[in-house]
């Protein structure tokens, strides 16, 4: 395979590709963040050239290794590898075009136009997927038995959002306006937008490993190999002090003071101080790194990618941790692998040791202990024995399900 095929070659001309066609400074770092996270795991497995294959590879380990807020999150990365992909074949890219999503047939097709033209009108975003989201909830009061929104109720926008048919997670907040929009209009008798279900996003079980594993995955880091220094020190400082991938990335030498054996840093997600004490064994590892490494040259970063000049990624530390665990075979099924496991096995881990809430809360950097306790795994049968049973259904609530509707 050509010279020019290797990884850094590929990266450096797709960037170079960007800049070019005059995409602005900050598209292009967030590519080159995205790149830097490649440029990580082709070293990590010992890949020297880029291939399509490669690229698809790195897409699942990103899947295995991140949890995205955002669907476009997530599709960034898979755009970032097309144009590898491109720059490879030696193609021209061809950005993705959406099709328009047809609204769902149903007797009121009349109500879901005027309401798409009522919200381009207001220069609402998305009103085109907003108007879609509503066509479906009304195909779905049809098939109830609901020909006529004088007649929608509680009970029927009940049946709806629990009957499985549509994802109610986000249909809810683009019901509740078009409920306030329908009765301002006087097609509803009243205005059902309260009686619309809310139902938050539910948070995951952390995913947790017992202090053993952890240790395993620490021993199955190769301190003589190319950036194993590095890797170990990154691992070892996500696992004893609990810091969030972004922190250890940003990490200068002015964050270290060896004499008092502390770690200072304002933290990139909260802006909140945080002070933490370093062990000798942590002290050990990071000295050992810095006699194989020159932060000077990257503006005082301990850790430094391996191409190029400048500091790691939050991703690359992640990439980091996750090879680490496949390296040391532990099960991670159903569960996440990255740096973020490693701060949520310590916050689990310093809670059976006897710790409170709030010795947790402080040495994770959260504001509050309600946050520090999400990070923290529990047993699942000691809360069955916790349980209270659900009350009945009461008050207008209760008059609202059972179809005779409330005047709102």
């Not at 020019?4 to 995409?23: F, H, R």
């Not at 830097?36 to 399509?52: A, F, H, P, R, W």
């Not at 066509?135 to 049946?159: H, M, S, V």
């Not at 049973?389 to 709102?408: C, D, I, K, W």
């Amino acid at each position: 395979m050509p010279e020019s095929n290797k990884v850094d070659n590929i990266v450096k001309l797709a960037l170079s590709k960007l800049t070019s066609a005059g995409y602005s400074e900050e598209t292009v770092n967030g590519f080159r963040q995205k790149y830097d996270g490649l440029l990580v795991y082709c070293t990590e497995n010992k890949i020297e050239q880029y291939t399509e294959d490669v690229g698809i590879q790195y897409l699942e380990h990103i899947a295995q290794t991140r949890t995205f807020s955002t669907k476009a999150a997530s599709q960034a990365f898979s755009r970032g590898v097309a144009r590898l992909d491109c720059v490879l074949n030696d193609s021209r890219w061809k950005p993705a075009r959406r099709e328009l999503m047809p609204f769902q047939e149903s007797i009121f097709n009349g109500v879901v136009k005027e309401y798409a033209q009522y919200l381009k009108e207001k220069k609402a975003s998305d009103s085109r997927f907003k108007a879609t989201v509503v066509a479906r909830f009304l195909r779905q009061i049809e098939l109830l038995g609901c020909i006529d929104l004088k007649d929608l109720n509680a009970k029927i926008i009940y049946d709806v959002f629990t009957g499985g048919e549509i994802n109610a997670e986000y249909f809810g907040r683009h019901i509740k306006p078009f409920c306030v929009y329908v009765h301002t209009y006087g097609l509803t008798s009243n205005n059902l937008a309260s009686t619309v279900p809310s139902r938050k996003r539910h948070t995951g079980v952390p995913s947790v490993y017992t202090p053993e594993e952890v240790e395993r995955v620490l021993a199955s880091v190769d301190k003589k190999a190319t950036n194993g220094k590095r890797n170990y020190a990154v691992i070892l400082i996500a696992a004893r002090l609990g810091l969030r991938a972004g922190d250890i990335a940003k990490l200068k030498l002015e964050n270290i003071n060896f004499s008092d054996s502390t770690i200072k840093i304002v933290q990139s997600k909260t802006y909140k101080p945080l002070k933490l004490h370093m062990s000798d064994e942590l002290k050990s590892a990071l000295q050992d790194h810095l006699e194989t490494s020159n932060p000077e040259t990257t503006e005082g970063f301990v850790f430094q990618k391996q191409f190029g000049t400048g500091t790691l990624t939050g991703t690359a530390v992640s990439s980091i941790v996750h090879t680490a665990f496949l390296r040391a075979a532990i099960d991670s099924t159903n569960k996440k692998s990255s740096s973020h496991a490693l701060r949520a096995s310590l916050a689990t881990a310093l809670l059976n040791e006897g710790n409170d809430y709030a010795t947790i809360r402080d040495v994770l950097g959260h504001r509050n202990i309600q946050t520090a306790k999400s990070y923290v795994k529990t047993e699942i049968e000691k809360l069955r024995n916790n349980a209270i049973p659900v009350p009945p259904m009461s008050g207008s609530f209760a008059v609202q399900l059972s179809g005779a509707g409330v005047s709102v």
